[in-house]
């Protein structure tokens, strides 16, 4: 299988790199870790005119806590980067919890965080993480830099809220009020799989009361499904049986599973439900300091 | 011959610049024209006829084209060859000397750890980046840095001995 052909170029500043998305005029494309967009070019779901290749961009592959505490994801971050950190697994379990699960380990040496959640597969790891992260991303076009929360960034499946001359050029998880937790759970039918479902929580805590929460799902709707609603059942409580129960009914009846070959409807649901309550549970259980 | 690169050699589009780019492959600089859609798996197969590096699926699933980028496995069915330009690859061809196999190759034989032999380069490669993190592995971060491998073959199991052969020797030649 072999792309239909197309112009390629690799700027070394994002600045020279927006220069050749606006001149595209839609036509052009970032490249980042290609491991979705190589695929679809392959098979000719897409046919850009141009790519700009991104990897030549010096500074982009951080990750970093501010003094604040908000952690900054750089666009060039390969999910493997995320997988070893040692200050991602002290700090952001959520984060921590997903990359081992996002494709398999070689296609982590190359795909981005930042890659993953622009590419908005409605089973994709990471646009649900940000989600329930309640994350946003920081754009940069001709005009200048924004910033686009998360809960406005997804619009569909593959459709995200960037204009055409635009690069995300990192993603931001605000800091907690007090200890971040939470968690992710998939379910796969083998290693490197896309999500039969999967669901992203986190958690800020203040000892052992919740101070916010949020919820995402993959892979039981047309995209990525915001279930942050669900935190209304834990702010201002403590993890019990009954909040826990209570949440994680919430957050299934957000899900819009399918039947198809990965499991029935029902099934699916059933799973999103048992993995909030687990995440929970596990939760409950870890002493906050 | 109707292969891409011979295509791109014969009918490169008016408006498409063919690029000159320069490849470290195996530690040797090594220099092709390329259009840009040509993939690094085809570069490394066509152009520079090192066919040790297969191409299974095409979809990015199954690690037969694993190679080393700068270090790092990854699936050369899933790179642009532009993207090789001045970057190191190495590829089973680099493993053995002239004289002596490498000893994940070694491994992979004493353990028969293959059968068609289709994996076998993309499972080797793989296994070299982990013996390079990781020189005492368990049997299963082997299983664990071999899952973006297929094998429809042998089961795994001789592969995954075949690394623990490997990782042995390579503990003992430290010695
Ligand atoms: C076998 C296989 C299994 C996989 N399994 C999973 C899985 O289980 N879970 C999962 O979440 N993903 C999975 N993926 C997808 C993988 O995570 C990709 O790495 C990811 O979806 C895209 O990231 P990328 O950096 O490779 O982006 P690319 O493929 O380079 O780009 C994807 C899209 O995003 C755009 N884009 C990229 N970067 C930017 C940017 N900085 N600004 C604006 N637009 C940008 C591109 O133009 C393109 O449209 C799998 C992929 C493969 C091949
Ligand atoms: S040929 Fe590249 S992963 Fe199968
Ligand atoms: S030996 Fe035949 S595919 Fe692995």
Redesign the pocket.
């Known amino acids: 299988m072999y792309p239909s052909r197309f112009k390629y170029e690799s700027p070394k500043t994002i600045a020279e790199a927006i220069k050749l998305l606006d001149a595209g005029k839609g036509e052009a494309?970032?490249?980042?870790?290609?491991?979705?967009?190589?695929?679809m070019l392959k098979l000719r779901f897409a046919f850009p005119e141009q790519l700009v290749d991104?990897n030549n961009i010096p500074g982009l592959d951080y990750i970093r806590f501010d003094a604040d505490g908000s952690l900054h994801i750089g666009?060039l971050v390969r999910?493997e980067h995320l997988e070893k950190s040692v200050e991602i697994t002290n700090r952001q379990p959520t984060i921590a919890a997903a990359a081992p699960l996002?494709?398999?380990p070689i296609?982590r040496t190359?795909?981005?965080f930042?890659?993953?959640v622009?590419?908005a597969?409605p089973?994709?790891?990471?646009a649900a993480t940000m989600i329930a992260l309640h994350g946003y991303l920081v754009v940069q076009g001709p005009k200048g830099k924004r910033n686009i929360d998360m809960k406005d960034f997804v619009l569909g499946p593959y459709a995200n809220a960037?204009n055409y001359n635009e690069?995300?050029?990192e993603a931001v998880i605000p800091a907690p009020k007090g200890v971040a937790r939470g968690g992710y759970l998939k379910l796969e039918r083998r290693v490197?799989?896309?999500?039969t479902a999967s669901v992203a929580v986190s958690l800020d805590m203040s000892s052992d009361t919740v101070l916010g929460a949020g919820f995402a799902l993959a892979g039981v709707g047309g995209k990525t499904i915001d279930a942050n609603e669900a935190a209304s059942a834990l702010i201002g409580q403590k993890l019990t049986d009954a909040t826990i129960a209570k949440a994680a009914a919430l957050v299934a009846a957000k899900a819009e599973p399918r039947t198809d070959h990965r499991g029935s409807a029902e099934y699916k649901r059933h799973i999103i439900e048992t993995f909030v309550k687990r995440i929970l549970i596990a939760n409950s259980e870890q002493k906050v300091a | 011959m109707s292969s891409l690169y011979e295509e791109i050699k014969s009918a490169p589009a008016s408006d498409i610049p063919v690029r000159q780019i320069t490849v470290n492959v195996n530690g040797e600089p090594r220099t092709a024209n390329v259009e840009p859609r040509l993939l690094l798996v085809h570069l490394l197969r066509q152009a520079f006829k090192l066919t040790g590096t297969h191409s299974g699926c095409d979809t990015?699933?199954c690690g037969a084209c694993t190679v080393l980028f700068d270090g790092r496995p990854i699936k050369s069915c899933?790179m642009l060859a532009v993207q090789a330009e001045g970057h190191n690859v190495e590829t089973v061809e680099g493993l053995a000397s002239a004289s002596e196999l490498n000893p994940i190759q070694e491994g992979f034989k004493q353990e028969h750890a293959l059968q068609c032999g289709f994996c076998t380069p993309g499972m080797m490669m793989a296994a070299k980046a982990l013996l390079e993190e990781n020189l005492n592995p368990t049997e299963d971060e082997i299983r664990w840095a071999l899952s973006g491998n297929l094998c429809r073959c042998t089961g795994y199991q001789n592969i995954v001995k075949a690394v623990l052969w490997a990782a042995e020797k390579m503990r003992a030649e430290l010695n």
């Open positions: 494309k970032i490249l980042a870790g290609g491991q979705s967009l190589v695929p991104i666009a999910h996002v494709a398999d296609v190359r795909g981005t930042v890659g993953s622009c590419h597969d089973q994709g790891d990471w960037l690069i995300a050029i490197g799989d896309f999500a | 990015t699933n899933t």
